[in-house]
């Protein structure tokens, strides 16, 4: 399986309701097919570089999911067909560099923090050095 994200950008003129159902219509999809989701990372309305079908702004949404390959001519299918979406963009991650910068673009969509890591490391490491000491001092 490959790692994607592909991002889509929403009518601004969709109200809350109808911008969360095409959200969950679009990961419903992708589950159908077969596809891991990892994160969604709503990053809301914005400003877009130039106008699109006559809109100013657009309702940001990026997914990180793993997928096979023929997953995605189905997917940006639906997403061609869906009238609120007015963009969208799908990238693979492919090589190392890439792979390691996907997984921390899906940790800071799910909300942990870089500090958050390494305290969790640090207290791992600790309970590891612990261990390890108490074992070696019911050994001898």
Not at 90 to 114: M, Q, R
């Amino acid at each position: 399986m490959n790692n994607y994200e592909t991002l889509y950008v929403l009518k601004p003129t969709l109200t809350d309701e109808e911008t969360v159902s095409n959200i969950a219509k679009i990961e419903e999809t992708l589950v159908r097919l077969g596809a891991q989701i990892l994160a969604t990372n709503k990053i809301g309305m914005r400003r877009l570089a130039y106008p699109v079908q006559k809109h100013e702004r657009g309702f940001y949404t990026v997914v990180y999911f793993k997928a096979e390959g023929s997953v995605i001519a189905e997917l940006e299918r639906n997403l061609k067909f869906n009238e609120d979406v007015i963009k969208y963009l799908t990238v693979k991650y492919t090589n190392k560099k890439e792979i390691a910068h996907f997984k921390k673009l899906i940790d800071n969509a799910n909300g942990i923090k870089e500090e958050q890591k390494k305290e969790d490391t640090s207290t791992n490491t600790q309970e590891e050095i612990a261990d390890k000491e108490e074992t070696e001092t019911t050994q001898i």
